[in-house]
């Protein structure tokens, strides 16, 4: 079968494709778990609680696609890369499954029953459920930074010498830290969007205010440790994009500050640090100027830029190795075979659409406040 498109350019194109899905999941299901980590703080009794719940009651399920696609991306278009992190973060993993299966249960169970106490608990499982994941995901992203102490030996056996307790370091809690920030504030402008107009929108307001100034000065601080604190790989020799999957094949070495000569060799890259800093900028003045729309576009922004620069610093490394730089997983020599990434290509081309009209089509129905009005009427509300 004659392929259009040669090896090297679906390479890509699935790198810039994973890339897409984590920043739906992150401008999609991270509003809904900025929502759930804000519950405890910015409503104050019952009637509050479940008027912020009802602001992603309509979507939160369908959020979650993006993360199941990008975890089955990553399966299908990166074996080798899926294998790895997922045995090496094992723990994290488990404690972020955890996490996102007392939503749906605190979702379903909390207005069960009347007691204030069995309210308050699922509230706060709520809260773990937004919390837990937007930490240990951007903990995750920091690690990937620093390198993950894995090597793989000559049949391709991984083997992974980290703790979990190893995972939390000053830089990966920093990471970790600003993708809570980043997240709440992404929550806080959606519920300024959502919410009715009273105490829940200015509570958010005052901790989305906060919360986008925190993730302005947790960027930098992370912009500092790359480039002062001696983080970065790159690829040692010459290497063929269109070779062979054997992560063997090229070698790669440490190299400190390597994460920044992506954006010294194509100046344009600067544009997604840019969009971070600018966006979470927006962001704080819209909430502050009670402006939905501009806070709301400039949380979405913040999470594109902040998101796209790490993808585009890392480039073509994918997972690093801490103890065996030549054991690294790149865009070059981790992914499944052309013919697989050409099929899986043409399958997203079709439904990718369909998927993203569906959606759409879904929060304009759903569109419009919750209000603590619409409780007392509305059987079908949390």
């Known amino acids: 079968m004659h392929i259009p498109l040669d090896y090297e350019t679906l390479r890509v194109i699935w790198w810039g494709l994973m890339g897409v899905l984590l920043i739906g999941f992150a401008l999609t299901d991270g509003f809904d778990l900025g929502v759930a980590a804000l519950l405890p703080f910015v409503a104050r009794n019952d009637g509050e609680r479940r008027m912020v719940i009802n602001t992603i009651g309509a ?218 800093f600018a966006g979470a900028a927006l962001a704080l003045v819209g909430i502050r100027a009670g402006r939905e729309v501009p806070a709301f576009a400039g949380s979405s922004l913040s999470a594109l830029g902040i998101i796209s620069t790490v993808g585009l610093a890392m480039f073509p490394f994918i997972l690093p190795s801490s103890i065996d730089p030549r054991s690294s997983l790149t865009v070059w020599n981790a992914s499944s075979s052309h013919m697989t990434l050409f099929v899986m290509l043409v399958v997203t081309v079709v439904f990718l659409p369909i998927v993203l009209a569906y959606t759409a089509w879904a929060y304009k129905v759903m569109f419009g406040r919750s209000s603590v009005g619409d409780l007392n009427t509305n059987p079908d509300l949390y």
């Open 59 to 276: 979507t939160w399920e369908g959020n979650q696609v993006w993360f199941i696609l990008g975890g089955g991306a990553i399966f299908a278009a990166w074996p080798f890369v899926y294998a790895v992190s997922f045995s090496g973060f094992y723990l994290a993993m488990f404690a972020v499954l955890a996490a996102l299966i007392l939503r749906p249960v605190g979702f379903k169970y909390r207005s069960k029953r009347p007691s204030k106490t069995w309210r308050t608990a699922w509230d706060w499982a709520l809260f773990v459920g937004g919390f837990v994941p937007a930490l240990v995901f951007g903990v995750a992203v920091g690690n990937v930074l620093q390198g993950i102490p894995f090597r793989l030996d000559g049949d391709l056996r991984a083997t992974y010498t980290g703790t979990f307790l190893g995972l939390f370091t000053p830089f990966t809690l920093v990471c970790g830290l600003l993708s809570v920030a980043m997240l709440v504030t992404h929550g806080a402008a959606w519920l300024t969007i959502k919410a009715e107009h009273g105490a829940v929108r200015d509570r958010a307001r005052a901790i989305g205010s906060v919360a986008a100034l925190a993730a302005i000065v947790l960027f930098a601080a992370g912009y500092a440790f790359v480039a002062f604190g001696g983080l970065g790989f790159r690829l040692d020799g010459a290497v063929d994009p269109a070779g062979p999957s054997n992560p063997l094949r090229a070698a790669a070495v440490a190299a400190p500050g390597g994460w920044l000569t992506n954006f010294a060799t194509y100046p344009w890259m600067w544009i997604a640090p840019v969009l971070g």
